[in-house]
């Protein structure tokens, strides 16, 4: 079906305020990743899902951010009292996490949700 | 620290010729890379990927190199043509620990000159 898809593409918010950011993976992808892209920089991992479950947090930039995952599909990415430099365009993957063979970890992304935070 | 290194922000060719995008990384355990092409306001895309078993794969007009002792790895690009323009991510993991997050250098924009 379709590829990953993200919404909204953009956000604009104000300083202080929650946002709520969605990934949708491919259908049948089990393993799913959150990244952000900062002006200039490169992609800096936050958080990834096996299932539902997310084994690593430590990514994640502050307490302010967190992310769910349920049915094992769609995924929220949840950051509070947003801050200016939360700032960045967000980035969600998906990928095929089975046993063995070459090409079925590769990560496909979606087009990202562009934040800004006045 | 940086775990995986793209040392040139930015690299400019001419059409037909050959591009040559370097990475390196520090951690010994990664056994797997990647490369992906952007384009402004889309995702990454996948473009190749190596394994540390293998010096050299090839796609088309891409290759990539990899010297395991050196922890180095470049994407050879040839011939260069101007939709080639796009920042490329080196990225790696531990290829077979499936719970590892993949490593991103932070980017080289390539521009093609026509």
């Known amino acids: 079906g379709a590829g990953v898809s993200q919404s909204p593409s953009n956000k604009v918010t104000e300083k202080g305020k929650d946002v709520e950011l969605r990934c949708d993976p491919i259908?049948?992808?089990?393993?799913l990743y959150w990244y952000r892209q900062s002006l200039g920089q490169g992609l800096e991992f936050l958080i990834y899902f096996q299932g539902n479950s997310a084994p690593d947090k430590s990514g994640l930039p502050s307490d302010r951010f967190s992310a769910e995952r349920t049915g094992g599909s769609v995924s929220t990415l949840t950051i509070q009292r947003t801050q200016q430099e939360d700032s960045a365009v967000y980035l969600c993957?998906?990928?095929?996490?089975?046993?063995?063979?070459?090409?079925?970890?590769?990560?496909?992304f979606g087009p990202g949700t562009r934040l800004t935070v006045l | 620290d940086q775990q995986v290194k793209q040392n040139s922000p930015s690299l400019s060719v001419q059409e037909g010729r050959i591009s040559i995008l370097n990475c390196d990384y520090t951690n010994s355990m990664f056994d797997y890379f990647l490369w992906y092409k952007k384009y402004p306001a889309e995702g990454p895309t996948f473009l190749i990927s190596i394994s540390s078993i293998k010096d050299k794969n090839e796609d088309g007009r891409f290759t990539v190199f990899l010297n395991k002792s050196a922890k180095h790895l470049s994407l050879h690009i040839v011939p260069s043509q101007p939709g080639d323009s796009a920042v490329y991510f080196c990225a790696a993991s531990e290829k077979y620990n499936y719970g590892q997050n993949f490593v991103f250098g932070p980017g080289t924009r390539l521009s093609v000159l026509p």
């Open positions: 259908s049948g992808h089990t393993a």
């Open positions: 993957a998906s990928s095929l996490v089975v046993a063995g063979g070459p090409g079925t970890d590769t990560q496909y």
